[in-house]
């Protein structure tokens, strides 16, 4: 369903011959579980992208957040999106990048990266 300007919906691509989704190799199962058909019509082929996008009135698309893209903290699962706002709530940042880790031995489920900035900034 085609959701209105300033919605977060599911970022798909059609799947047509000139648009073709080769799969991915080696691993047909996965292909397989990527295609959403009898999207908008019969027959029709989607590929799921996993991307969550917002459109504006001016047609620009913002990548909002990544299905998936969770680790779990203290029995929760915690969006890595929410951390990345959190950071950026400091003056100091003006991007971050949170993504799920394992480090054996330790109970730190995530990792946060920050532009290097030049000194005195």
Partial sequence: VPV???ETGLLIAPVTPRTPFLGYAGSPELSE???LRGVFAEGDEFFNTGDLVEQDEEQFVRFR???GDTFR???ENVAT???AEALLAHESL???TVYGVTVPGTAAPCA???PPQPRGV
Avoid: F, H
Wanted: no cysteine.
């Fill in 73 to 75: 903290w203290k029995g």
């Fill in 112 to 114: 946060a990266s920050r």
């Fill in 81 to 83: 999106t929410e951390v």
């Fill in 94 to 96: 003006q991007e971050a």
């Fill in 65 to 67: 957040d990544r299905i």
């Fill in 4 to 6: 209105p300007a300033g």
């Fill in 33 to 35: 579980q990527k295609l």
